[in-house]
């Protein structure tokens, strides 16, 4: 979620993907976040994730991107 309380999911997505593991670049990370302007979704990618889902969440729509990006 982007509105976590004490870190925000743009930051945890930068400390993810800051960290010297070899997998931090390839972890997936899908925002969940009832911010779902096209600006939002924008400033999830620039800040690393790898997708965007508007809350309410869709189930499918997340199972589709798990397969996605989980191999």
């Known amino acids: 979620d982007i509105r976590m309380p004490v870190m925000t999911g743009y ?3 930068e400390a993810i993907r800051g960290l010297s593991r070899p997998d ?3 972890i997936p990370i899908i925002a969940m976040t009832a911010d779902a302007f096209s600006e939002d979704i924008k400033r999830c990618l620039e800040h690393g994730m790898n997708a965007h889902v508007a809350k309410p969440i869709d189930v499918q729509e997340v199972a589709r991107l798990l397969r996605k990006y989980i191999k």
């Open 11 to 13: 930051e945890a997505t």
């Open 24 to 26: 931090a670049k390839d």
